[in-house]
């Protein structure tokens, strides 16, 4: 069983950027897909980005698109989500979640999540 523990949020000014990790531990992290959601005050859990286990595709939500950038280091068991151009709308608990396509993308466990505040 993978057990996820993540890091990196805070608190950020608009136009400023945070690089968040989610650390697995077990088995199988190699062979999930690497996904992060985020959920707002508010709002339902949404798919931020997701990232195929060789990470040579990756897809991402058109709110993000090209200010985030999801990656992972296999070696390490962990994935990362560089975030960029910050808005306040970006505000949110972000839970790292990796999973399976069956057939779209599907969570098989998820952290305990880390809180980004962007202030304007």
């Known amino acids: 069983q993978v057990q996820l523990v993540e890091s990196g949020g805070g608190l950020v000014q608009a136009g400023g950027s945070l690089r968040l990790s989610c650390a697995a531990s077990?088995?199988?992290?190699?062979?999930?897909?690497a996904g992060w959601f985020r959920q707002a005050p508010g709002k339902e859990r949404e798919l931020v980005t997701f990232l195929t286990r060789s990470g040579d595709t990756a897809d991402y939500a058109d709110s993000v698109k090209g200010r985030f950038t999801i990656s992972r280091d296999n070696a390490k068991n962990t994935a990362y989500l560089e975030m960029n151009s910050l808005k306040p709308e970006d505000t949110a608990v972000y839970y790292c979640?990796?999973?399976?396509?069956?057939?779209?993308?599907?969570?098989?466990?998820w952290g305990q999540g880390t809180q980004v505040t962007v202030s304007s």
């Open positions: 979640a990796p999973g399976t396509f069956s057939p779209t993308f599907r969570p098989q466990v």
């Open positions: 077990g088995d199988g992290f190699s062979t999930l897909i």
